[in-house]
């Protein structure tokens, strides 16, 4: 059943149908591209590299990390590859299987959970990546004989000063980035991913996430992260094919040459004590972040683009941006140009029973080699950063992302396991 | 600082861009009632009853219980007078406080946290409601010095079977419910009220929703809830303005005289365990709900408004309609006509740390009288109805919600402290 199909019957949510420019009866008869004016259609599944990354980073986010629960190989694969054909189906706007939702026999469970029924693309992307659990448990064992094709830049990350992470919220062997324009076709595909696993992965954990903190488009504007600061105005952008390819992209000589076209993908998910923070004057907050709260110039500029000048001192003598500030820590000129294309959420996990909202950002960032790029760029941040007397760093991920799905032949990690 | 006049600054998030047809550095400039077609129109917060309860549901939801940590009365007094200000403010799409986010000196707090900026009202609803605990504290303490308007409609809900509730995740003395179409500004709300309020009340819990279930109005189309089935199809509707008269509003002959013009919310977090209903059959399915899948329509009828007809009986002999049959056990032909306005949304609050998605519905219901509305209803249902092996109530709230604002004189409780 084409979930497009069914809305005449079944109806869009008033985003759905809003936003794509549809009332009533219409039907969506086409999947192209999605584009800010039509949140509604579908982002192509195929491709040199997987959609997700710098597809213009959509609204909401459902991200899951699951671990494998068998230790047959062929189990796993045979697993990814109807994950594949689910996805693919999944983000053009159809049912999870050909079945589907409602049309199996009465005897059946459904090969689609139903509560996307109606609902057109809405921009879905969904991202795999390879924790590096799946090559090696923490127990050393190789279970699946990939132990020799782990990269050398899936390193484990270090202990980063101040780091409080929870180990049952971190790691995985496989993750999942569902991103989509709504968040019931994100948590839709996410929970048919897990249905399809049954008995062969667990949920390790997962996150929802809304309001993208990282444009990663030229033509997005940036979105705030629940300081209330400008979130990505630096981020890589799509349109930066130069430097994705030098900071993105995984290549064949890198030194696993099944991750050619793929990304290292890290994930934070990082506590913000906002109570304190909004009892924060705005001059420092502004200090802190080094640019100022309404515009998102540098505090050295006055427009948001404007390139940060650390050189330049104030009339006190001392820098316009202060030395522990966030921009100029993360900044790339203080990181040997080390650069990431972020693609963040904003979380509030209801409160955490002490009186506070549980709120914060879910940082995801891509790139080529973790060691050369998060890494450094944590280490200084997690040293330095005025920022961390505001946050806390709660879990953590890291994941190798492969390249795109060539076509229906073709399957996720087929590369890995070939 | 009117956060529309931000827009061109600062840019709209993708989706309030988009779905109110506006690109770049276009203003909104007007504030209207929020339509299905724009979705970034405000609702008007003055009127006769609370918005937000006969509103078409928005499509998010951060709900917010407070505990009252002062006994001083004024304190509270003017805590709901500044709240009903910000309150006013925020729906109109402005900032929290007159100097907002980034107007302020540099050396005070902003009086708006900031992460709104630039976005548009989103059709932002707050409606507050007053907990037992508030009149009367579980010790017995009138704090407040309104034992006596405890309205009788107000009394505690009874344990019901298979009833799970967590404490921590319970009652409250105040609840906050945000509804918008986006769930930044929706977040943005409940965090400046927790803001406003510090020194006063505390988050007891929160909870945000997404892909609203219940349709309240005949305009819109009706969402799934994540058994994937239609949820809300035969609710109470704004349309119905006679059904809500009998139904929906406390009248001043009811026992409660400030109560007028308001009505009653009962919350209940309802965990699916829906690994376990996705390995469920489509019959059986659609057995248990009473209802099929596709259409939504009744096992007695063919099209999702059909009236559904308890006593056809099937060739077998037995009724189309299961006797324990979900939407036949909440029908209002099965209790005595009462009926509820339900306003509830889906929810994924990540994972459970047993493999499984924490997920589930976060039911809202409004009615004139508990008594003979919810408990009632939920009470055959806790015994009978087949969906209790699929569910568990988790959580359990109970407010007062009175009439509506009814200029910049009124505030938020003034009926019930005058």
Known sequence: MDRRKMIGLAGAGAFGAAAAGVVG???????????????????????THQAGIVTPAQDRLHFVAFDVITDKRDELIALLQKWTAA???????????SIGAVNGVAEAAPDDTGEALGLPPSGLTLTIGFGPTLFRTAEGKDRFGIAGKRPDALADLPK???????PEISGGDICVQACAHDPQVAVHAVRNLA??????????????????TSSTSRNQQ????LFGFKDGTANLKAEDTALLDEHLWARAGDGADWMAGGSYMVTRKIRMVIETWDRTSLGEQEAIIGR???????LSGAKEFDEPVFSTNGSDGRPLIPANSHVRLAHPEMNDGARLLRRGYNFVDGSDG??????????????????KQFVPIQTRLSRQDALNEYIRHVSSGLFACPAGISGTEDYWGRALFA
């Open 354 to 371: 002490l009186g506070r909202l549980d709120a914060g950002l879910f940082f995801i960032a891509y790139q080529r080699d973790p060691r």
């Open 160 to 166: 980063f000063a101040k780091d409080a992470l929870k």
């Open 87 to 97: 996805a693919a189906r999944m983000t053009a706007g159809k049912d999870a299987g």
């Open 222 to 225: 940036t979105a705030r992260n």
């Open 25 to 47: 009866s219409q039907l969506f008869d086409r999947a192209e591209p999605a584009r800010a004016s039509d949140p509604g259609a579908a982002v192509p599944f195929y491709g």
């Open 195 to 212: 249905r399809i696993g049954f008995g062969v992965v667990s949920v390790r954990w997962s996150q929802l996430g809304f309001g993208r």
């Open 292 to 298: 100022n709260k309404g515009e998102g110039a540098p």
